[in-house]
């Protein structure tokens, strides 16, 4: 899967807050904007950041909408989510779209948890087989990054499952416990905010996937 270009960013980013402007339930909060080219700019910085972690976003999105909390409910995140579905499937390729989704989905479950302290029980995980939001690159003995044979841990809101398809590696969560082997076809899943490290046992190739809910839990 590879990320959109920033050209797809900006044409999804400028079909989708059109129909929000029309929208009967978005539209009226968003009227607050005076200039729409600048706010795309915006938009598009900080989707380039989200997808592709250009840093190019420096801004806060918690604040900004703080700013405007007399006119936000929390039923608008699920219409927006409605929106941002259609638009992605319209305008990308279907793995990329559900990316997009995916990431759309974590982005409203914080805003909603910071602004209300409630959760977003989002459409896109109706009915939908539960995807991976992104996949790293395939690994090797000889490039897997050096971190990961460190101790670190995910974001506290990721999960990640380790495929390993040749070879076999060690894992181990913590610095005293004995871990576990997970050989050629098998799997090991990631909880978020766990420190955790990887050893490589011989020639191997791997590769991790990233995913906004616990995988274990929807097959």
């Known amino acids: 899967m590879t990320n959109p270009s920033e050209a797809q960013i900006f044409e999804v980013l400028r079909e989708f807050y059109s129909r929000v402007q029309k929208d009967d339930e978005l539209g009226p909060v968003f009227a607050v904007v005076e200039d729409w080219d600048e706010h795309l700019t915006r938009l598009?910085?900080?989707w380039s950041s989200v997808t592709a972690m250009t840093g190019k976003y420096k801004g806060n999105p918690i604040a900004m909408h703080l700013v405007h909390l007399e006119r936000i409910r929390p039923s608008m995140f699920k219409r927006w989510l409605e929106l941002w579905?259609?638009?992605t499937s319209?305008?990308?390729d279907p793995e990329t779209a559900r990316m997009m989704q995916a990431k759309a989905a974590r982005i409203a479950a914080r805003l909603s948890h910071a602004l209300f302290n409630t959760s977003v029980a989002s459409n896109l995980r109706k009915n939908t087989r539960l995807s991976p939001f992104r996949t790293s690159a395939e690994f090797t003995q000889e490039n897997i990054p050096?971190?990961?044979l460190r101790q670190h841990s995910l974001d506290p809101h990721t999960w990640g499952v380790i495929r390993v398809s040749r070879g076999k590696i060690h894992y181990r969560e913590g610095r005293t416990a004995p871990g576990s082997d997970v050989s050629e076809g098998g799997s090991r899943v990631i909880p978020p905010g766990v420190p955790h490290q990887l050893?490589?046992?011989?020639p191997v190739c791997l590769k991790i996937e990233f995913y906004d809910r616990n995988p274990s839990e929807h097959p």
């Open 90 to 92: 319209s305008r990308l």
């Open 44 to 46: 598009g910085e900080f």
């Open 85 to 87: 579905t259609e638009t």
């Open 199 to 202: 050893e490589l046992i011989g």
């Open 146 to 148: 050096p971190q990961l």
